[in-house]
């Protein structure tokens, strides 16, 4: 086995053997991503001083016969939305183009804790505002099993990362899907924490109330391993969570397990192929001994379009800072500028600088939240939002996990939905609803079509990870 294709447990167990150096490791990713990232574009900065010098620091305590972290040594990845002390962040905008970290995220400050190698920072959709990482400011990404396709979004840089095997893991960011969608496009494993599970310091705001940092890897049991060691209660994060415990322990046999397919979920325009490939998942599932019951969630058919009202309009709030002022693009560095007043300042700045879905956003949330417009909308979309939670809530008394398809088709062809919003944002149609009811959920890889991966996404109560960890591993 070449050791760009090793898991983090293989990698560690052969590690400790001292079958190879950690720099050796790090150098092996290195040369696969100068070999071969020119067509896949999965990286946006390469920090390979940082990497082996890191390297070079767990050879030495391999050597002193001291006892590393599990993580310890292990190349990974992170999207460039989230900071890295000292290395640039652009969350794939020009207006971020050149800014750098003033310091590190929680979950990069807990993987450095622990020993992990950062080779670098992974293409996204700006500001992860996209399903295809077609809309980043700099290049696309395409997905490695089609160079043709994308690779899903807006987390397609560490999806194609980890699929190429440029990284032995990497961290993604999930709002409406941006971790599982890809995931599903590159066939790799790809984990959205509950809420609050993982703490959000040093990402950059996207939507506040469905932003989440999870891990995507090539198994289920490194997606575990990550998330045990990313997660937990951060005091610079108000909304993470510490007091449930994030790992209870499971309490009934999988011949007990009660599984839930929700009706709503297998829909018309739905890839027949994809729909085959889902349904055979399932049958193997109760094939091995797990009841798998029909359920509803009535209110699924809303959820879309409740979350093109939140999310844009937390988009607007959040990216209100970006003002061509503070740091970032600004026009008032171009003597060309035509700006005579602060108003031309921002209007310039933010008009250059943000992307075309960017302004897209910007303006619909800002719409949405304007005077006369607020509870016909937002108020409207925020009550719609609570009954999708309780229709989770309501299913979750019956069954322990619930199983649906992660897309309606396989990865689509680079340029055949980003002239069309509406049927862009149709892609997250089995994604969002997770996001809203602050869910946790997996997407799995389980079949292909014409060497497309298709993902089977696994959705479980609140901080109930490891039960989704546990059905996971058996599929």
Do not use: W
């Not at 993580?71 to 990845?77: E, F, H, N, T, V």
């Not at 009202?309 to 008032?332: C, F, H, Q, T, W």
């Amino acid at each position: 086995m070449e050791l760009t294709e090793l898991t983090i447990t293989q990698a560690h167990e052969r590690l400790i053997k001292k079958e190879f150096s950690a720099t050796e490791l790090t150098k092996a990713f290195l040369g696969q991503i100068e070999k071969k990232d020119k067509d896949i574009s999965a990286f946006l900065t390469i920090t390979k001083e940082i990497a082996l010098s890191k390297a070079k620091e767990i050879d030495e305590a391999i050597s002193e016969k001291r006892q590393i972290p599990f993580l310890a040594g292990i190349p990974m990845a992170a999207k460039d939305n989230m900071l890295v002390e000292g290395v640039r962040c652009t969350a794939a905008s020009k207006i971020l183009g050149n800014y750098i970290s003033p310091y590190d995220a929680t979950v990069i400050k807990k993987l450095k804790e622990e020993g992990a190698i950062i080779l670098g920072k992974t293409n996204l959709d700006e500001f992860a505002m996209g399903s295809s990482t077609e809309n980043s400011a700099f290049f696309v990404t395409k997905n490695p099993h089609d160079l043709n396709r994308v690779p899903g979004g807006s987390s397609g840089g560490s999806t194609a990362a980890v699929a190429a095997d440029f990284c032995i893991y990497a961290l993604g960011s999930d709002t409406g899907g941006s971790i599982r969608q890809p995931a599903s496009f590159c066939g790799v494993v790809g984990l959205k924490p509950t809420y609050g599970a993982v703490s959000r310091y040093g990402l950059m705001a996207m939507a506040s109330s469905l932003d989440q940092i999870g891990p995507i890897t090539k198994t289920v049991e490194d997606a575990e391993i990550v998330f045990k060691a990313i997660s937990g209660k951060d005091p610079l994060d108000s909304t993470s969570i510490g007091s449930q415990p994030v790992n209870r322990s499971v309490t009934k046999s999988f011949n007990d397990l009660v599984v839930g397919v929700p009706k709503e979920y297998f829909i018309k325009g739905m890839d027949p192929e994809v729909e085959k490939v889902i349904r055979d998942s399932i049958k193997e599932i109760e094939e091995a001994g797990i009841k798998i019951e029909e359920i509803s969630l009535p209110h699924t058919k809303y959820a879309l379009a409740c979350y093109y009202i939140i999310m844009p309009s937390e988009v607007s709030a959040n990216l209100a800072r970006y003002d061509g002022i503070k740091y970032g693009y600004s026009k008032m560095e171009n003597p060309e500028s035509k700006a005579h007043s602060l108003l031309d300042v921002y209007l310039e700045s933010r008009g250059e600088g943000f992307g075309k879905e960017a302004r897209r956003r910007i303006m619909l949330g800002t719409y949405t939240l304007s005077a006369g417009y607020y509870e016909a909308y937002y108020l409207r979309a925020q009550k719609v939002r609570t009954l999708i939670k309780e229709d989770f809530e309501k299913a979750f008394r019956k069954v322990e996990l619930i199983l649906t398809p992660v897309s309606p088709t396989p990865a689509f062809k680079i340029g055949e939905k980003i002239e069309d919003p509406l049927t862009m944002y149709l892609s997250d149609i089995f994604t969002i609803a997770v996001n809203l009811a602050g869910l946790p959920a997996i997407s799995i890889p389980v079949g292909k079509i014409n060497n497309l991966p298709v993902g089977l996404q696994i959705i479980g109560r609140p901080f109930e990870e490891n039960r989704i960890f546990e059905l996971g591993k058996i599929l």
